[in-house]
């Protein structure tokens, strides 16, 4: 909107993103988190935005879909952004973990971390075998040498980070050489991680990494500084702007709500999704993705434009996400309209959050 300052002179203040569209709550995604929202104080797009990230976690290293060279994975990362601390930001998070509990227990036990301080202990979480050279000595003189496994790695490479306070994050990936920015970079990128240091042998390859993050407004703006924004860090997120949807004095009445036939499709889902290689738009998705790919990839100026850069591939893996979660592998129109209308809030979010910076 335009505002106009005491010396008359008129600047645009940004507006707080409008609610999500109906195409965004589609299929079972929608239809869990309509059941989850009238019994908690969360934002809608809360709740929405970490079940998609969940499940395209949750199903690993699977499904992908090709952007010219390049496979693109169902792991995204999303950054819940409020205005303080009071947006109900870590209470969302509690409702999507508790449905997929109950599809796979230990994937909730042991791929669900936090803690994101170094690029070496993010590789470490998700490090493949360590291997070095021994030698076999004869009257002490080494005659050959043998390969011997010192560490057997980590065999489950789904990760999902949960950081509920990223500002910390931001600081300390300003601190001098943290190689932070640059593996999770590469994690949403290829899975391939490494660092080119003469003492870290440890390697991750087809790592699959999510990350679920937890900030004030005024503490992104403060902490996230320019290098992140142009090395391409801030733009592999999701931003989402949220807020307290509605006061529950005494709380809601989640216990009373029967998710069993929801619970079921999901593991369907998941079971579904482990098995699916390549996707593929369908005919009619096609034509509707020519119409709106201009607009996706065109430029947009000031850190607006820098944070939202990957609007297309952001796009895509959320497509992705909706038609596995109606066990297709072929995105259709439907798909793609949900993933449309969860990047136009993410587009929105940005726009509120950055301005016109």
Same mark, same amino acid.
């Given at each position: ?83 303080? &601390? ?7 998070? !509690? ?165 069993? %036939? ?10 579904? &999704? %482990? ?9 009619? &998705? ?18 607006? !434009? ?6 297309? &591939? ?44």
């Amino acid at each position: 909107k335009t505002d106009q300052k005491p010396n008359g002179q008129l600047v645009n203040t940004p507006t707080t993103p409008k609610p999500l569209e109906k195409e965004a709550y589609y299929g079972l995604a929608g239809s869990i988190v309509n059941a989850i929202k009238p019994h908690t104080e969360a934002d809608p797009a809360a709740l929405l935005f970490q079940f998609l990230t969940a499940f395209g976690n949750i199903i690993g290293r699977t499904a992908y879909f090709m952007a010219e060279a390049d496979k693109h994975f169902t792991n995204t990362f999303c950054l819940l952004v409020g205005d303080t &601390a009071k947006g109900r930001k870590g209470t969302s998070k !509690g409702h999507i973990l508790r449905i997929f509990k109950h599809i796979e227990e230990d994937w909730i036990a042991n791929q669900n971390q936090s803690g994101l301080s170094s690029g070496e202990g993010l590789i470490w979480a998700v490090r493949n075998p360590i291997e070095t050279e021994e030698p076999i000595r004869r009257s002490g003189r080494p005659i050959e040498y043998q390969t011997v496994i010192t560490d057997q790695g980590v065999e489950d490479k789904r990760l999902l980070v949960d950081e509920s306070e990223f500002a910390s994050v931001l600081k300390t990936m300003g601190r001098n050489g943290n190689t932070l920015s640059a593996v999770v970079r590469n994690a949403w990128d290829s899975g391939n991680l490494s660092i080119l240091t003469k003492n870290n042998a440890a390697r991750a390859s087809d790592a699959h990494i999510s990350i679920i993050g937890h900030i004030t407004k005024n503490e992104l703006k403060r902490y996230l500084d320019s290098t992140e924004v142009g090395n391409g860090f801030a733009n592999r997120f999701l931003f989402v702007y949220v807020k307290r949807s509605k006061v529950l004095p005494e709380g809601g009445r989640i216990h009373e709500v029967d998710f069993t %036939k929801m619970s079921n499709r999901l593991r369907g889902a998941v079971d579904f &999704a %482990k098995k699916v290689g390549e996707m593929k738009r369908d005919e009619t &998705a096609r034509k509707m993705w020519i119409e709106v790919y201009e607009q996706l990839s065109e430029g947009k100026n000031g850190l607006f !434009g820098a944070v939202t850069a990957r609007a297309e &591939a952001q796009v895509m893996r959320i497509a992705c996400i909706y038609a596995l979660l109606d066990k297709s592998a072929t995105i259709r129109k439907e798909h793609l309209a949900a993933a449309l209308a969860v990047w136009e809030y993410a587009e929105a979010s940005a726009k509120y959050i950055f301005g016109d910076s």
